[in-house]
């Protein structure tokens, strides 16, 4: 129970700053995003298109490229966590699961609206079902 109400709580954290960074615009395509303080070592960026490997490093995705069918993507990053935010398919939705699951994190919740992966120190929240098209993944370190 207490799995589901962390999920429900991220979901809407994940939301709030999907929709927040989807209603500014879009200036950039998948992979074109150069963002506020790209792969910084402090964080606080942020930009459109896909993080830098230096971003994705830091978070414990290194090499998680943009997804089957992704378009519209965004990020943001802060000292507790790093949002993804994209419009896909269920093509793209299986695509991130496989992504995960290949890449050594454990499934340790679905959802109708999500899964939540773990691979300590990481929990990656990846919400698909949120309003139409729009999906996101956040990557959040252990004691947040």
Same mark, same amino acid.
């Not at 965004?74 to 398919?89: K, P, Q, R």
């Not at 269920?90 to 773990?118: K, L, P």
């Given at each position: 129970?207490?799995?589901?109400? !962390?999920?429900?709580?991220?979901?809407?954290?994940?939301?709030?700053? %999907?929709?927040?960074?989807?209603?500014?615009?879009?200036?950039? *395509? #998948? *992979?074109?995003?150069?963002?506020?303080?790209?792969? %910084?070592?402090?964080?606080? *960026?942020?930009? =459109?298109?896909?993080? /830098? /490997?230096?971003?994705?490093?830091?978070?414990?995705?290194? %090499?998680?490229?943009? #997804?089957?069918?992704?378009?519209?993507t965004s990020w943001a990053e802060t000292s507790s966590g790093l949002v993804i935010v994209f419009n896909g398919t269920s093509a793209t939705d299986s695509a991130v699961d496989r992504w995960f699951t290949n890449?050594?994190?454990?499934?340790?919740?679905?959802? /109708?609206?999500?899964?939540?992966? @773990? !691979?300590? #120190?990481?929990?990656?929240?990846?919400?698909?079902? =949120?309003?139409?098209?729009?999906? %996101?993944? @956040?990557?959040?370190?252990?004691?947040?």
């Amino acid at each position: 129970m207490k799995n589901i109400v !962390k999920l429900f709580g991220i979901i809407a954290l994940v939301a709030v700053i %999907g929709f927040s960074m989807i209603a500014c615009g879009d200036e950039g *395509g #998948p *992979g074109g995003g150069a963002g506020y303080n790209p792969g %910084g070592s402090t964080g606080d *960026g942020y930009g =459109y298109g896909w993080p /830098s /490997s230096a971003v994705l490093s830091r978070w414990g995705i290194s %090499g998680f490229s943009v #997804p089957t069918g992704a378009t519209s993507t965004s990020w943001a990053e802060t000292s507790s966590g790093l949002v993804i935010v994209f419009n896909g398919t269920s093509a793209t939705d299986s695509a991130v699961d496989r992504w995960f699951t290949n890449n050594g994190w454990s499934r340790t919740m679905e959802s /109708s609206s999500g899964n939540m992966y @773990e !691979k300590p #120190p990481y929990t990656a929240i990846y919400v698909f079902n =949120y309003s139409g098209a729009q999906r %996101g993944v @956040e990557v959040l370190r252990s004691g947040y």
